[in-house]
């Protein structure tokens, strides 16, 4: 994979957090956020399918086992209350 290089500003308290996690995790910095910036990217790919997906659903609308037709005129239930 190719990279680029890119420059942040990152509070001193958080960027002490990455280092001690990096470390616990025998990686870079560099490696961490690369992988975290990664996991974030695929996150929201299979977001944007699911709700891709969903849409489609949706337009195509369910079969409720009624043929399309309501069992019921909404004056016919409100007689019955």
């Given at each position: 994979m190719d990279t680029k290089t890119v420059t942040l500003d990152i509070p001193e308290k958080i960027m002490h957090e990455l280092e001690r996690i990096a470390a616990q995790r025998r990686i870079?910095?560099?490696?961490?956020?690369?992988?975290?910036?990664?996991?974030?990217?695929?996150?929201?790919g299979?977001?944007?399918?699911?709700?891709?997906?969903?849409?489609?659903?949706?337009?195509?609308?369910?079969?409720l086992g009624t043929g399309g037709h309501p069992p019921s005129s909404r004056d016919n239930l409100h007689e019955r209350g």
């Open positions: 870079s910095v560099s490696q961490l956020m690369t992988e975290a910036l990664i996991e974030m990217v695929e996150h929201e299979r977001y944007a399918d699911a709700k891709r997906r969903q849409v489609t659903l949706l337009k195509q609308g369910l079969d």
